[in-house]
């Protein structure tokens, strides 16, 4: 079965600009979650998705945002990028919720 | 809100020796606890969850509700086991369903 599939694995962009992630979640899976990853703050929750719907959401500012296709393919977008917002981002899978199968992730550098 | 805090950020041991990954949290209802590691250059992957009480690679973990912790250990270290590892969270209601993660331990297992 293949794994989580995230892409683009590499990103460079420019203050103001933005960016769409995408996420390829296990054959199945209908649960999809996001994460940002960086050293100073570890592991932080963005939002999560189940059924096309967001089922929860972390705190991070409205320039985040995300959606579920039908197929449970999902996409993270972050407009007006800032140079704070560079970072390794993450997405999950699971079939309800419960343990979660990670992405290689998406390594965002904003210049 | 649920909090997990893990309070080293480094482990150093020698092949063969024990180890104690140490991971509190903070919740009030009854939270799913989990290990997670990562490898050098892979993805993030589940070491091992609270419900299910087994044995990973040698590694236990006992919740421990009156502590409110869940550490991780391990009898007799071997090098591959050198990684990060992070302890994880879920609640157990609506928007505290999420993972949250804690800093994360490097773990570093010498020769």
Known sequence: KAGVTQTPRY??????QQVTLSCSPISGHRSVSWYQQTPGQGLQFLF?????????????????SG????????EMNVSTLELGDSALYLCASSLRG??????QGTRLTVV | AQRVTQPEKLLSVFKGAPVELKCNYSYSGSPELFWYV????????LLLRHISRESIKGFT?????????FHLKKPFAQEEDSAM???????DTGANSKLTFGKGITLSVRP
């Open chain 2, 38 to 45: 990562q490898y050098s250059r892979q993805r993030l992957q």
């Open chain 1, 11 to 16: 990103l460079i962009k420019t203050r103001g």
């Open chain 1, 48 to 64: 999560e998705y189940f059924s096309e719907t967001q089922r929860n959401k972390g705190n991070f500012p409205g320039r985040f």
């Open chain 2, 85 to 91: 590892y992070y302890c994880a969270l879920k609640g």
């Open chain 2, 61 to 69: 973990a006992d919740l421990n509700k009156g502590e409110t912790s």
């Open chain 1, 98 to 103: 419960e343990t979660a199968f990670f992405g």
């Open chain 1, 67 to 74: 959606r579920q296709f039908s197929n449970s393919r999902s």
